[in-house]
């Protein structure tokens, strides 16, 4: 199954991920950025585990975002008939809320890997789908391994996948 509308972006609560090369990849999944080797001064330290909570967080892709400039000229041109008519937030989120075929397909996904509807959250700006997961759900869904890296010097330590 292929999401062409959908990339993944893994949220952390605590620092920011870093991703080194994944477990092998499965025919469905695909690479669409990775380190060709890990960050200077962090090592791997030892695997995430399980049980942990990894919220999850998936971009979709958002519509009319070619015409951001235009809708912009036509606001503040004086020559427009549009000008000075900004938008409202509600206007702001609908005329780039992803289609409903984005959504639905995401979450569809999702549920059939088995996340319950309640795991399953829409951002406020319809940009985002979030999921309550833990980093075991999460690797199997991914098919990738999450590993705790520690900085040499400082012994600060960061989740990566
Ligand atoms: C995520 O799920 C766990 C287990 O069901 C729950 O305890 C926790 O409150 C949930 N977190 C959020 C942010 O919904």
Same mark, same amino acid.
């Given at each position: ?59 979709l892709t958002q519509r009319n975002v070619h015409n951001i400039e235009e809708m912009l000229m036509a606001v503040s041109h004086p020559e427009s008939p549009e ?19 984005? @959504? +639905?397909?995401? =979450?569809?996904?999702? %549920? ?11 951002? /406020? ?5 979030? @999921? +309550?997961?833990? =980093?075991?759900?999460? %690797? ?11 900085? /040499? ?9």
């Open positions: 199954m292929r999401f062409p509308s959908a990339f993944v972006v893994l949220g952390l609560s605590v620092g920011s991920a870093i991703a080194a090369p994944s477990s092998t990849i499965h025919s469905h999944h695909v690479v669409h950025e990775k380190r060709a080797a890990e960050p200077l001064n962090w090592a791997l330290s030892h695997r995430l585990e399980g049980h942990k909570r990894l919220p999850l967080r998936i971009g000008y000075g008519k900004h938008w409202t937030p509600q206007q702001v989120v609908d005329t780039f809320a992803p289609s409903d075929e984005s @959504v +639905n397909k995401v =979450v569809g996904w999702l %549920e059939n890997f088995g996340f319950s509807r309640d795991k399953i959250k829409m951002s /406020a700006n319809k940009g985002w789908i979030q @999921v +309550n997961a833990t =980093v075991s759900e999460v %690797e199997e869904l991914l098919d990738a391994e999450y590993h705790v890296y520690k900085h /040499a010097e400082t012994g600060e330590e960061q989740f990566g996948e």
